[in-house]
């Protein structure tokens, strides 16, 4: 079992930035992929980006566009969105997932098993 908590998020301005957490319970957290999503109001969820238990790292390229950054900490079970040049679109609640599974495309939400509750992002202009 894994629990997510998300913070970071808030109020911000066009063009600032903003860093996401998310930190992992439990002893499993070198062995699950993570995942960044974004639901912003009346939209689908959408996938922005995912790291690997190595470190790789994949992106919703048309969405992030270079702005957006996401690393891990397994020392501190907590994985991050570094988000630059944020606009009002990129308005949302964000939420972290992990999976425990191999081989799974990581840009969809039935991959990942565990989500966190989200953390609000706004972005006035």
């Known amino acids: 079992q894994v629990q997510l908590v998300e913070s970071g998020g808030g109020l911000v301005q066009a063009g600032d930035s903003l860093t996401l957490s998310c930190g992992a319970s439990?002893?499993?957290?070198?062995?699950?992929?993570m995942g960044w999503f974004r639901q912003a109001p009346g939209k689908d969820r959408e996938f922005v980006a995912a790291?690997?238990?190595?470190?790789?790292?994949?992106y919703d390229l048309d969405l992030v566009k270079g702005r957006f950054t996401i690393s891990r900490d397994n020392a501190k079970n907590t994985v991050y969105l570094q988000m630059n040049s944020l606009k009002p679109e990129d308005t949302a609640v964000y939420y972290c997932?992990?999976?425990?599974?191999?081989?799974?495309?990581?840009?969809?939400?039935?991959?990942?098993?565990?989500w966190g509750r989200g953390t609000q992002v706004t972005v006035s202009s």
């Open positions: 790291v690997t238990e190595s470190g790789a790292t994949t």
């Open positions: 997932a992990a999976t425990r599974r191999y081989s799974v495309p990581l840009g969809r939400e039935t991959s990942y098993e565990y």
């Open positions: 439990g002893r499993t957290f070198t062995s699950v992929a």
